[in-house]
């Protein structure tokens, strides 16, 4: 019912009920598209900030996608109706509006293109979606098959809505010379500076074909009629498309195709969809894209999408992972790291963090990104809330209000460069300030952000929270003034001891020295407010009062304040396991990991406007997959392989019909949450949001290469240290690292105490390769201890 | 098939797919909701700004009505299933979402209530929508009827969406204490002063019953399946709603009644839907609205209404006039001026103009208006764009765009009411400044408007446009701080006319004189820059190009520029005829006349945004009633009552099918525009925009009162000079005037030269009666020269 196929690179449900809102996505750097297995889509393009081309059927908040989109019936999608003239049944695909129960289905999901077979009382309708690779448009492929024994009279109905396009303008008619169906509009405003400001605007939706169709509608209205979306009246009684615009009333793309086919014949139409300025721009586009060369559109669009599969790939004893790992997940991250989620003023947090998942993509981006951060810096050492990335944006909405954590991230993703680059030219490269003169080294730039940071506590030394840290909506702990943040100041532990590693390695021994100072001072401060007993706190309130504490009744537990406790090394022994205990009794959940438990059913003032958040949707408790990440990711740092691959692994749905049933989406993606509040709210526990955009998916990949199989750069060298779960007996891969390229072979050998690394069938001395050599193919075994032996270790390290 | 009854104070439509946006509206002070026949509804109070609590089903831009509003199938709407137990059979009232076709239907919109019968195979639905006089809540009346011969099981499923709340936080359950559905939400935000600025807010959206249901659900989605709006799949094959609630999922109220009716038998329901902040709103509200005493509740709810309907009444040969005139004319005025349109910053134009019709309702509103707006003015005399009603409102969207008419809005206002009300005390009364301190008389107030308006002028002495005068959207004209408007030229000399009069009156010679002077000098220069040959151009651009003239192909006769050009006494015999005799041609289209044409159909740069709407819709060429409303007032100004007469009817639905067919609006408003671009579009033409916020219906009614039936107000008595239209044989009417009552009886007598009157059963030397007493009633018989008389009459005038 629902499985990977093609080796991984596509994905295959045969039921378009079992997860209504499953869907695959494609993006380009102009565009992104949503696509459910039931025809519905979200779509969204840069122009230059981010804007729809086909509408909801009333006027929309702009916004981008929504936790959980709901769909319904008139949301915009791509429809297909089929209609047997002579019998005047109907069906449509994928499978909305008509909803009738196919003979068979398949929607099926690739790298490059969503495809999608229905196929009902002996007509089978395929049709392909793919985009071209630097436009924006939807290339719809639609054959129609008559699989029976006798001709058939046949219908073929594509119905693209375009919504409510505009109170001020919006209509449509069909273009004969262009062949095509213009929804036009003019976007609304009311100040007359704006009317300049749009004059470039794509008001145009078009429907393109690349033949003439036989009968057409542009009104919706007039296409549904009494009958209504399910069995619009314009096909009831063997009825044809009359032809008709719209004026000032809801267009449509609405084409017929009058199709005789034989036993066994077919017929191909070939669509063009999207938004355009004009009509030369239609016409510009419909030539490449209809009757241009269709073969070197896709592949420039595979060419396009291959680019960003990255340099890694693994066989271990768990297929779905490896398909997900191979394909979907460095698809993820290249989405990130090439589209910078489509917006001109990503979160600075955000922003760094895809650009960390590039460095095993492309690399060079990364570098871009981190001067670019810098170089939106204030003299003060700051770093701002969000980065423009063109001359004309501006921060906007939560960018707004005044977060602390982005100089963690100025550092993680400067650290992360360099150990996969190697290129210490970085540290010297020159960025100007927000707010001053002249340009300093970027190694200036992230000091001067340490410092910053080291400035901003309270009269504890405990850094303040202000607005939130990476918690967006924790925007009330703080805003008084005096409120502090416990995982910033672990974060902040963290990244100060991270960057006195390159100020030490760069001979800075001044800085390295005074960071490693302020780095234990933190700790130790951590240590004296935070820790509650069992676990630490999240931090402390405005009021003076701890909070992700046991007397709290809600947000009692925080796995943030744990897991960076463990990567800024607060917690020992004793704590790590009192805090691991806590988190598999109050976090965990069949689904993953919980953010924190309970979810906060009340507002509390105190902690703000994540508490007033559905429980268990989102910063309210969720498995928000961001901070399961770093929870894995802190421990594969102490030590905790089995446990970080569950958390890691907990995150993937299974590409089974049960999992997917109860997450409501297909394992295509790493969505930024599944609902938590197991406990609460069981019925809706595991739900995915749905959402791709979510800075997991480079964290996640980070954790696979250099921690799972364990291959990470360090200054001069590579290290090779797998923590591939004990269950496995064996894992290969293979990684490109500067130049070079490692394949690996891990293995567990019963009898083995110690791991034993040959390269290229010599024993290495230790665990660091030095001085790799570009170009070349480095052939790697590492025989590990087999599973009693690493069971035993671990009893007796307990 | 569509009719008045009830002596007009009730309208009956039997087929729910003659016009299916055909709509009535109900109102209290604190909210509206316009119902359609189908079920669907837009609803909206003030909190303090306007609020939904019932949403579509994506995130909505928050708005007002839109022009010709489209629902769709997930629309917000209040739908009553009826499941047959024994067959199955579904049908729903009024008539969405089933759709299936009734054996009768009723859609009956009443003055203070809405019905809707709908009887399907021996069923009877009875459905009756109240509201409170001072609460927000919609009062739900359903009652279930056998009206077979045999005992029917029936479940009766009343299903209330609340559609897409809040993407931070929405749910929905059961709360059996309340016998209510609570859809719950938090109310967006993002800035830390917002949450204490939304603390007031009603993010409840309950239904509650005044039984209990058999069963009940909560989620939309598990109560639609795949079976559809239309054909749930929790009402599928007998089944009952299982009691679901809504976890971050889009809630509804959804109950369930299984009722047993013998032949006959019949079972009411009463509901109540609506907002509330928390539990005990609820518990109060449904303590008094479905535990309380209903009858009371109707009885004050019809008061409120009944206040308004106002002091005159007319008897015609036109039935569906006088329906229209006696009733809802003066509910749409009261409507207007109770609520401003429900916004806490009403335009100024609007503002005032809503006021204009409350002198012959309310008139002590008409006096605090005026003096609210004149507090608001500035020491320069410039009145503001827009009212702040509250202290916290502030000025939005269009409030943003200055334009340069409002002066003249503050003139007519106070000439009408010291017209209507003689209470010349109103000119003593002292107003603030907006940015001075102190406070001066009303009469020092406009008067300094006055000369605030002759300042700003160009050096023809023309007035500047700035970004608009009445048209808003005309915002291109002046931009750049040149081009004028010839309407504002004419309306700026009639206001200074108007205002001369009521100077002289008050024996300020000199203010008097100065006003008349620069009246005069503004028609002579519009005489001398702004005839075009056959009409007045409608201004002249910042380049100096003069537009609304006969070389424009589009935008070529404006209405407005005649109208007021008969109003200031610009035009002479000659160019009236003229005039008339363009807009003949030009404008008039079989439901109404336009505003201008043809409309635009591509922009001008140096007209503005109106020209990029859609042709013939809203500012663009429409059927405006408002401007249409001026053009009656100036015909009657220059005895054209004929025409005037004409003008007006042309603005209502005539009550039978054809033109509610094509008007798509029952005949209880008149809408702000029917759609013009008869010759550029004809399919749509004639289209209403079911708005029914226009300050059109003031004009109306002071133009029925005052010119029609020709009781007007003067400083010390009332003018009687009816001009009906020559083929009204006889018409009656009743109205009341500072305290007394006036009937009057107009007949028409053949062989009579000149108008007769006597008033109580004397003969008034000329038209005026002089010291009106009041509580004294006048019977006052009107004669006039029969139809022969005036027809030669008009021959020998022309």
Not at 9 to 22: C, G, I, N, Q
Not at 331 to 351: I, K
Not at 397 to 418: E, K, R
Request: charged share 25%.
């Amino acid at each position: 019912m629902a499985d990977f196929i093609d080796n991984g690179t596509r994905f295959r449900l045969t039921d378009p009920t079992l997860a209504p809102a499953a869907a695959g996505y494609l993006w380009n750097r102009r565009m992104m598209i949503q696509m459910t297995c039931r025809g519905y889509a979200v779509s969204q393009y840069m122009d230059p900030e981010p804007r729809k081309y086909a509408h909801v059927p009333t006027i929309a908040g702009q916004t981008f996608m929504q936790p959980e989109h709901r769909y319904f019936a008139h949301h915009p999608g791509r429809f297909f109706y089929v209609r047997d003239n002579r019998s005047g049944a109907l069906f449509s695909a994928p499978h909305e509006p008509v909803r009738a129960r196919p003979d068979s289905f398949a929607f099926e999901p690739g790298l490059s293109d969503i495809r999608c077979t229905v196929e009902k009382d002996g007509l089978r309708v395929d049709l392909c979606l793919e985009l071209p690779d630097d436009d924006v448009a939807e290339i719809w492929t639609a054959t129609v098959t008559n699989v029976g024994e006798t001709g058939r009279d046949v219908s073929f109905v594509p119905y693209f809505p375009a919504g409510y396009m505009s109170w001020m303008n919006m209509g449509g008619h069909f273009d004969p010379e262009l062949g095509a169906v213009l929804c036009t509009s003019v976007t609304p405003y009311q100040a007359v500076e704006d009317y300049f400001r749009n004059q470039h605007l794509k008001d145009i939706t078009f429907l393109a074909a690349d033949r003439r169709p036989d009968h057409f509608e542009v009104s919706q209205q007039a296409f549904e009629g009494e009958g209504g979306l399910a069995d619009p009246s314009a096909l009831q009684a063997g009825g044809n498309l009359k032809g008709g615009d719209a004026c000032y009333e809801l267009p449509a793309g609405i084409l017929q195709y009058d199709l005789s086919l034989p036993a066994g014949g077919s017929e191909c139409i070939r669509l063009l969809f999207g938004p355009a300025r004009d009509t030369s721009e239609v016409s510009e586009l419909t030539g490449k894209y209809l009757r241009g060369d269709a073969e070197a559109v896709r592949r420039a669009s595979r060419a396009y999408i291959a680019d960003g599969l990255g340099s890694f790939e693994i066989e271990s004893p768990d297929g779905a992972f490896d398909a997900f790992v191979n394909n979907w997940l460095p698809r993820q991250v290249y989405y990130h790291g090439d589209t910078n989620r489509l917006t001109t003023d990503p979160q600075t947090r955000n922003y760094l963090q895809d650009a960390l998942g590039m460095v095993f993509i492309r690399p060079e981006t990364t570098r871009e990104v981190i001067l670019r951060a810098a170089s939106q810096q204030f003299v003060s050492g700051k770093v701002p809330d969000g980065i423009l990335l063109r001359a004309d944006a501006t921060l906007k909405y939560i960018n707004q209000v005044p977060h602390t954590d982005h100089a963690v991230w100025l550092v993680i993703a400067t650290c992360a460069y360099l150990d996969e680059t190697g290129d210490r030219s970085i540290l010297a490269a020159p960025a100007g300030w927000a707010d001053g003169a002249g340009s300093d080294s970027l190694y200036e730039h992230v000091s001067r952000a340490l410092r910053f940071l080291a400035g901003e506590v309270d009269e504890r030394g405990l850094p303040l929270i202000a607005q939130g840290d990476w918690n967006d909506p924790m925007n009330m702990v703080g805003y008084k003034g005096r409120g502090v943040s416990g995982w910033l100041a672990e974060a902040s532990s963290y990244a100060m001891s991270l960057w006195a590693d390159i100020c030490e390695a760069e001979a800075d021994h001044e800085t390295a020295g005074w960071l490693k100072r302020a780095s234990d001072a933190m700790v130790e401060r951590i240590n004296a407010h935070l820790w509650d007993g069992n676990w630490y706190a999240r931090g402390i309130t405005d009021d003076g009062a701890p909070f992700g504490v046991s007397s709290d009744p809600e947000g009692r537990i925080y796995l943030n304040a744990q897991s960076w406790a463990m990567l800024c090394g607060a917690a020992d022994a004793d704590r790590k396991a009192r805090m691991l205990r806590a988190i598999d009794e109050q976090l965990e959940t069949p689904w993953g990991v919980a953010m924190f438990a309970p979810a906060y059913t009340r507002m509390r003032e105190d902690v703000g406007r994540l508490t007033q958040k559905w429980p268990g949707s989102a910063e309210n408790g969720s498995v928000y997959n961001h901070a399961a990440a770093f929870y894995a990711a802190a421990l594969y740092h102490v030590d905790e392989g089995d446990r970080a691959f569950r958390v890691l692994r907990a995150m993937l749905t299974e590409p089974d019909a049960d999992d997917i049933a109860v997450r409501g989406q297909l394992p295509l993606y790493i969505p930024n949450y599944y609902r938590g509040a197991w406990h609460q709210h069981p019925r809706t526990a595991g739900r995915s949001s749905n959402l791709f955009n979510t800075g997991t998916a480079s964290w996640f990949y980070r954790l696979v290469i250099e921690q799972l199989c364990g291959l990470r750069g360090t200054r001069d060298g590579i290290v090779i240290a797998p923590q591939i779960p004990s269950d496995w007996q064996r894992c290969r891969f293979r990684r490109t690292f500067r130049g070079a390229t490692f394949k690996v072979d891990v293995e567990r050998a019963e009898g083995l105490t110690d791991r034993m690394i040959d390269i290229d069938s010599r024993p290495l001395d230790g665990d660091v390769l030095r001085r790799v050599e570009p170009g070349r193919t480095y052939d790697v075994k590492v025989k590990i201890p087999g599973q009693t032996q690493q069971q035993a270790q671990r009893h007796g390290a307990a």
